[in-house]
């Protein structure tokens, strides 16, 4: 989708006086971008023998990429799960909003549904790339129906499914056609879960388990199946035992395909997990973490009431944590992760030479102070404004 | 020869460096005026480097107008690879600085027909109009470049292939393989060398110390290449105390005494933004130095 005609004639930007992050450190060292791609200037310098075209200072800044969420329902008045009569707009606003947060690429989530909102929503959420107008999608995450019931948390009860004997063609008969679809989330111990499992990978969907009783043997099975991740580690499913950990146990577990990485989602806001819990997953498994904001259409407004898909949900106050990581694996996991999760960390999550151009200027606190996809300026906070 | 005898590397790095910026920046460079700089690669001018990068960061030496010329490359190392000439100058010293890639020149490994490379780059130094100042190193073994001992002392730009001591002392840069370190490379003549109007050797550490004294104390002889330029009318050797162990303390002590007149060629340290300074206040200078 980014144009390659005319890409060597295109300006050439140095972003200089910064810290990059790369190789899982933060470097000295100039980004350099072309075409909406990160360029090697070595390269520009030896064979092109050509300079930048411009230079932009960044004070010293951070600069990481773009931050990739793969569950967020919603927010600012939206709710993804909700079939209304402008749903593009909705997605629209989304991402918007969130190019403030740092977030240049995002799987709208829907939550548990009946299948006539998935047969009008899901259509209507096509992936799309960033740019000035917002973060892109990268397709949908669709959390249920096919959840536990004892584990559905905020999801509905009256429209929770289980797989009939048709199992693949139950799922198509309730999502409706896949195109869109990038994430499913379900529970492994769910009859017929594995041959749905097995299409769904098949076809380039990442299946996730959540929302589960499941045993540490049948999500270990789930993932021989194909399933990759685990939908916020911890929350809706059975605890940590140490006699039976549980999905949790995937984390640390030697039955896994060899070479195969399980990440799982983390909602690091210090609420959903403790953060000792946090830290100990992150401890036994950094490579494989994943944080999520698993937002809610109430993300941005005030407090009150506001639906989450056919609930209504209270909102009273939010808090945001860190998780007490190393800075470099903090912002790994919100974007190198991610894109690794979604096999796309070829050109997304990472400021390796021919990557998109996502990127986020931070401060030492980590507060974004502007984003960038594909090398354009689409956000920036007012103090930076000149 | 001046043999300029610093006590520790740093202070060794530091004086070279602000010999070659007062070098440029008297030389006055312009548009139609370019200083024609030679360059080395390795561990010793790594100092010279940082400094150079400091004066430039610092806004007194600009290299808008400088056109560089390295000694040397591997044949045969991909030009990415990075343990590459071109990958250490580009890390080391390009990348920092605001030199344009055209004015830039390294000899290319992978050139179809090596030979005719390195007669291009003759050419290039000529059409440049010669080098004003050559940097360069010394082996353990003597050699200036990659001119390894037996190279003729009127060579000029080749293909040579790497003395054992070479491929030894480079192991340390390919995993302390033998296999990995290339064993021929491209460099510049002792002649080519010798044509530049000043030549200003760096060598610090005492693993250095035997080949300078066979190469200021001994004859010239084509063993220890580094030897030719007795017969340079403008050479500055500049060392460490290390590097100065094997050599007659009678040589020593006459050197350290000159330091003082030597000393005058850094100090005053001339700086681009006083040349502005004075091109601005435009008054005519009473005499021309």
């Not at chain 1, 009859?191 to 996730?208: D, F, K, N, P, Q």
């Not at chain 2, 491929?167 to 340390?172: D, K, P, Q, S, V």
């Not at chain 2, 340079?232 to 005494?257: M, N, W």
Request: proline residues 5%; negative net charge; aromatic residues 8%.
């Amino acid at each position: 989708m980014r144009g390659e005609q005319g890409a060597a004639g295109a300006r050439v930007l140095q972003f200089t006086n910064c810290r990059i992050l790369r190789g899982g450190k933060l470097l000295r060292e100039d980004l350099w971008v072309r075409g909406g791609r990160i360029l090697d200037p070595e390269k520009l310098f030896f064979e092109e023998r050509r300079v930048a075209d411009e230079r932009r200072d960044c004070g010293g800044r951070i600069l990481a990429p773009g931050f990739i969420d793969v569950q967020i329902n919603g927010g600012f008045g939206v709710d993804f799960s909700q079939a209304t009569e402008n749903v593009c707009s909705g997605v629209a606003l989304v991402a918007r909003r969130i190019l403030s947060h740092g977030v240049t690429s995002f799987c709208p989530t829907l939550v548990t549904s009946p299948p006539e909102v998935y047969h009008k929503v899901v259509p209507q959420i096509p992936v799309k790339s960033g740019g000035p107008h917002g973060a892109g999608v990268l397709g949908l995450h669709l959390e249920g129906p096919f959840i536990s019931r004892e584990k559905r948390g905020a999801h509905p009860e009256a429209h929770l499914r289980s797989f009939e004997a048709n199992a693949f063609q139950d799922l198509l008969a309730t999502y409706g056609p896949l195109d869109n679809v990038r994430i499913v989330t379900l529970a492994p111990e769910l009859g017929h879960s594995h041959e749905v499992i097995r299409e769904l990978t098949a076809r380039g969907i990442c299946v996730s388990l959540g929302h589960s009783v499941a045993d540490l043997r049948a999500a270990e099975d789930a993932v021989w199946s194909g399933a990759t991740f685990i939908t916020h580690l911890f929350n809706a499913m059975l605890p940590f035992h140490h006699r039976d950990p549980g999905i949790v146990g995937l984390l640390t577990s030697d039955r896994l395909p060899a070479g195969r990485c399980i990440f799982y989602g983390m909602i690091a806001d210090g609420t959903h997990t403790n953060p000792a819990a946090l830290r100990i997953a992150h401890r036994a498994h950094p490579q494989g973490l994943v944080l999520v904001t698993d937002a809610i259409p109430a993300l941005g407004l005030g407090n009150g009431r506001h639906t989450l898909g056919q609930q209504e949900v209270e909102v009273d106050g939010l808090t945001a944590y860190v998780a007490g990581c190393s800075v470099e694996s903090a912002l790994e996991a919100a974007s190198l992760h991610p894109a690794q999760l979604l096999g796309l960390e070829k050109s997304k999550g990472t400021l390796d030479f021919g990557a998109d151009a996502d990127f986020v200027v931070l401060d030492d606190s980590l507060h974004v102070q502007a984003t960038y996809i594909s090398g354009e300026l689409v956000w920036q906070a007012e103090a930076a404004r000149q | 020869m001046k043999l300029i005898i610093l006590e520790h590397y740093s202070q060794a790095s530091e004086w070279a460096a602000k010999y070659i910026r007062n070098r440029i920046i008297q030389f006055n460079p312009g548009p139609e005026k370019y200083f024609t700089l030679g360059l080395p690669t390795g561990s010793t001018p790594l100092g010279c480097y940082k400094k150079l990068i400091e004066y430039y960061k610092n806004g007194d030496l600009p290299f808008k107008y400088v056109k560089t010329f390295n000694m040397d490359e591997y044949v045969g190392l991909p030009r990415d690879h990075p343990e590459s000439y071109h990958s250490f100058m580009w890390n080391n010293f390009f990348k920092h600085i605001d030199i344009h890639p055209e004015n830039t020149h390294i000899l290319d490994g992978n050139a179809v027909d090596l030979q005719a490379e390195c007669d291009a780059f003759e050419e290039k130094i000529k059409a440049a109009g010669g080098i004003e100042l050559f940097v360069g190193g010394i082996g353990p073994d003597g050699h200036i470049a990659f001119n390894e001992p037996g190279s003729s002392l009127v060579s000029r730009t080749r293909v040579k292939t790497l003395a054992m001591d070479t491929i030894l002392a480079n192991a340390r840069f390919f995993d302390g393989e033998l296999t990995k370190v290339p064993t021929m490379a491209l460099t510049v003549g002792v002649g080519t060398v010798m044509d530049a109007r000043e030549v200003m050797i760096l060598i610090t550490g005492a693993h250095k110390a035997f080949a300078l004294y066979k190469a200021i104390e001994e004859g010239v002889n084509h063993m220890w290449t580094v030897s030719a330029f007795q017969q340079h009318p403008r050479t500055v050797f500049v060392c460490d105390e290390d590097a100065t162990l094997e050599l007659k303390v009678k040589t020593v002590k006459y050197f350290k005494g000159l330091m003082l007149v030597h000393n005058k060629l850094v100090d005053p340290l001339y700086s681009i933004k006083e040349k502005e300074t004075e091109k601005s206040q435009s008054s005519k200078k009473p005499y021309s130095d």
